[in-house]
């Protein structure tokens, strides 16, 4: 339908428009009857639906209607597959039309600077290209059912820990290259109808009125069209808010902002246009809705068995010594812990879903047919070593061909509002999990944790099993994993560190009133890499019970320009004797020498499907951007000449091959020249190499010997060549006088025409 949402807006009344700029109560908008503008609803979000019904309160005490719990963000991007999150926000798209909500609270896709953020199960990764390839397949699959998104949350809110007023200080690279990715590239290539600002600030300014971000940098440089709506309750100040391009606030504010607003209008310090475009900006998006509602009728049973699959497709293996899995269904096997019976599938806060069902691992595996003893041998909701329990767990253990231990955090070790304290699972469940290796060598551990867990007793388990916080049907997708009736293809989308103080924000977490990412650039397996550490397990790592053989990388050239795009090609065989699928997974590394750079970066990946003995060529394209990185004095990306490697990978630690490729770039970093550039830096540019060549040559000979003569040894011991080098590119031009390689006004001509060229 054609609307004119201008000619609306223009019938408005002033406090009808400020009206429409915040939510009617907690999950609405307003309407205007007068105009037959009808509120509209939005919620949570974001793996699957928290629609509240009366008496809402946001935070879930009361309960939300009866829906399907898909797997948080962090087990899904472990699918590491669009498709496949294109599925699933299509199935969440058809429950908001069924349930008639406009917009889902999601994705979430702030990046896992530490493992404590309380809501990391709610975040994809730590890598950004991970995070937004994911969030715009999700994205487009809601929207495919006209229903909005909200990407969230915007921008680098990384820890729960004085959520809505600590400031992130995050330099401008660093935010460019990790932070801002994922919401670049979901806006770039699925346009989510509305971005949600988060609470924090971000380098002083409240990201709820930063027009940098929410407009500049938002809709200036990546063309998003929808409007922005605030995080419950973010607004600082409404009308720097709305002048920034903050278009809703939410949830209500009882009138008192709306207030604000007219009254700004009305002394003149807001122009009315500007609410006006906000408005049409959220009429939009309401329309958007409201003229394409489709019948649709709530799935649950056909969600559930999607949000099954989509698990079984995300679950990683971590370890897998002796082929100690899948098991045959012959042996006798014990599940020890509470959370074989009541499995943790998803955190606390605003994601919480009321779910229809939930399956068990301990119901599923009977259902199927596969019979196991059981022992709860802890408790899942609290830190408390029962000696019985234990001795039951123990006893059973030793008893049986092999063991399954499913462990994991209880409920209040990490949530929304919160971040963790420490890296390390419930004391009771480390115990029990060494004393019954001590017992029974054959173990394997299912692990469900919204994020990394120490684990003290890695080396011992023979099998492990990352379910993380995986949806209400994880239960059966475990035990398809465990019994090989799917073959495991999750990777991991971060890395686990051995310990949390491994960590590169381990000192710069939390805490005051500012939080200062001094790592920079360095997070997860960048820092990882760059200081060669041992890692529990690396990002992008993931077993399969088949294996894969890689072979034969190649690009389509070995040289390119910075407009070009490269193809590269990888065929991949699978030499094992079952079906299986593997993430292939392309990084880049920058061997230029332009600045500091991780040691590579991902920058594609594919899922490919193999039947044994099968060979698949996998080929992706390489943009400019997987070159590029953010240059501050341009304020802009910046790709340098020299050599790219492109490494290919089964993970960030797995490299099977690589190649090198020439880049021939047009773009030049900018160089101001004066009397304190130094030599080196001359030498540095090409446009200024030649004079800084000849500068060196002459300041060499100045601390060497005089033409045609030896240097003494002690001379040369004194002032070795090395030394002399370093000296000669330190040297600012200044000295070029003072040493007497020129006269000032020889000088003054040569930065002259250096800044002219
Ligand atoms: C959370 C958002 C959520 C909103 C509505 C906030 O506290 O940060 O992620 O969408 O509440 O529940």
């Known amino acids: ?48 639906l928290r629609k509240q019904d009366d008496q809402a309160d946001h935070l879930g005490i009361n309960d939300s209607i009866k829906a399907v719990c898909f797997p948080p963000a962090v087990l899904s991007a472990c699918s590491f597959d669009r498709e496949l999150l294109t599925e699933m926000g299509t199935a969440i798209g058809k429950e908001a039309q069924a349930t008639d909500l406009s917009v889902v609270l999601g994705p979430a896709v702030n990046i896992k600077r530490s493992p404590l953020c309380g809501r990391n199960f709610e975040y994809y990764s730590e890598d950004p290209y991970l995070a937004g390839e994911i969030a715009a397949a999700f994205i487009n699959g809601v929207q495919s059912q006209h229903v909005g998104t909200s990407i969230k949350h915007f921008a680098a809110n990384n820890q729960e820990y004085n959520r809505m007023s600590a400031s992130s200080e995050v ?39 930063n027009p940098w971000l929410l407009t500049d940098v938002l809709r200036g440089e990546w063309g998003f069209e929808g409007y922005v709506m605030s995080d419950w309750g973010a607004v600082n100040d409404r ?78 293996l971590l370890k897998n010594e002796d082929q100690i899995l899948p098991l045959s269904g012959q042996e006798s096997i014990a599940f020890i812990g509470g959370f074989a019976k009541t499995p943790r599938f998803q955190g606390g806060g605003s994601s919480h879903i009321n779910c229809f069902r939930t399956d068990s691992a301990l119901d599923m595996a009977s259902a199927a047919g596969y019979t196991v003893t059981y022992a709860q041998g802890f408790p899942t909701d609290r830190d408390v070593y029962e000696e019985a329990a234990a001795a039951e767990a123990l006893q059973i253990a030793a008893s049986a061909d092999k063991v399954v231990i499913f462990a994991g955090l209880p409920d209040s070790f990490e949530s929304e509002g919160y971040d963790r304290s420490h890296m390390r699972l419930p004391d009771c469940q480390n115990r029990l999990i060494s004393e019954i290796l001590q017992v029974q060598p054959n173990t394997i551990v299912v692990l469900h944790n919204g994020s990394p867990v120490e684990m003290p007793w890695r080396n011992g388990a023979k099998g492990i099993l990352e ?167 341009l304020h802009d990306w910046f790709i340098g000449s020299g050599t790219y490697e492109i490494l290919v990978g089964a993970s960030s630690r797995d490299i099977r091959e690589s190649i090198a490729v020439q880049m021939n770039s047009a773009q030049q970093l900018p160089l101001h020249v004066h009397m304190n550039t130094t030599f080196g830096e001359l030498l540095g540019h090409p446009r200024t190499r030649e004079y800084g060549l000849e500068l060196k040559k002459k300041m060499n000979a100045f601390f060497g010997a005089p033409e045609g003569e030896e240097r003494s040894e002690s001379s040369s011991e004194a002032i070795s060549d090395e030394m002399n080098d370093a000296m000669a590119l330190s040297m600012p031009l200044r000295n070029a006088v003072t040493f007497g390689l020129c006269t000032k006004e020889e000088l003054a001509e040569m930065i002259d025409s250096m800044n002219q060229m």
């Open 1 to 48: 339908m054609n609307r004119n949402i201008k000619e609306l807006v223009q019938q408005m009344t002033l406090e009808e428009k400020a009206g429409m700029c915040s939510g009617l109560d907690f999950w609405h908008l307003k309407g205007v009857e007068r105009l037959g503008i009808p509120s509209v609803m939005v919620s949570d979000g974001p793996h699957g």
């Open 171 to 209: 330099d401008e690279r660093t935010l460019r290259e990790i932070y801002l990715p994922a919401f670049e590239t979901a806006v770039k290539k699925a346009q989510p109808y509305t971005v949600m600002c988060s609470y924090n600030r971000l380098n002083g300014t409240y990201a709820s009125e």
């Open 239 to 316: 009308v720097a808010g709305l002048k920034a391009g903050l278009d809703l606030e939410m949830p209500s504010s009882g009138g008192v902002n709306d207030l604000e607003i007219i009254n700004a209008v009305k002394d003149g310090s807001l122009d009315e246009a500007v609410l006006d475009q906000a408005v049409e900006r959220i009429l939009a998006i309401v329309y958007r809705y409201l003229d394409n509602r489709q019948e649709e009728s709530l799935n649950l049973e056909s969600d559930h068995e999607l949000a099954c699959h989509i698990a079984e497709e995300s679950i990683v």
């Open 467 to 633: 379910a993380y916080l995986g949806g209400q049907a994880i239960g059966g997708a475990v035990i398809n994993i465990l019994y090989g009736n799917v073959n495991p293809s999750g990777k991991l989308a971060e890395t686990m560190p051995v310990k949390l103080s491994d960590n590169p924000a381990h000192l710069n977490f939390g805490d005051g009133d500012k939080v200062h990412y001094n790592e920079g650039i360095f997070v997860g397996y960048r820092y990882y890499d760059a200081k060669e550490m041992e890692v529990a397990f690396p990002f992008g790592h993931g077993l399969s019970y088949t294996t894969f053989t890689y072979s034969n990388l190649r690009a389509d050239k070995n040289t390119l320009t910075d407009t070009d795009t490269l193809t590269v090609s990888v065929d991949i065989t699978n030499t094992g004797d079952r079906a299986g699928k593997e993430t292939v997974q392309f990084y880049v590394g920058d061997q230029t020498g332009c600045c500091r750079r991780p040691e590579k970066e991902l920058k594609e990946f594919e899922k490919v499907s193999l039947q044994p003995g099968e060979t698949k060529t996998v080929s992706i394209i390489l943009d400019a951007r997987s070159f590029a990185w953010y240059n501050t004095a």
